[in-house]
């Protein structure tokens, strides 16, 4: 594990840039990965209460979908 952190220092010295820019990418999947799960979720369940509760018809499908696309082509591009 040493000698990782030894790897690990070496590239944070010469290329402090990239490693930062990399850090803050990865930062952006994992807050749109998890922002995806939970718009997902909640649209699979508010979906399904419109459904059961007989009013599907004016469920607004149009806007969370488009977001839950938009969260998952992000997250898609900053990998």
């Known amino acids: 594990m040493r000698a990782l952190w030894v790897i690990f220092g070496l590239i944070l010295r010469d290329q402090r840039s990239a490693m930062l820019r990399g850090a803050a990418l990865s930062l952006v999947v994992l807050v749109m990965g998890v922002a995806l799960l939970g718009l997902s979720g909640w649209f699979i369940t508010a979906a399904a209460a419109a459904g059961i509760a007989g009013v599907g018809a004016v469920f607004d ?10 969260l998952a082509l992000g997250r898609a591009a900053a990998r």
């Open 61 to 70: 499908v149009f806007r969370p979908s488009a977001m839950v696309r938009f």
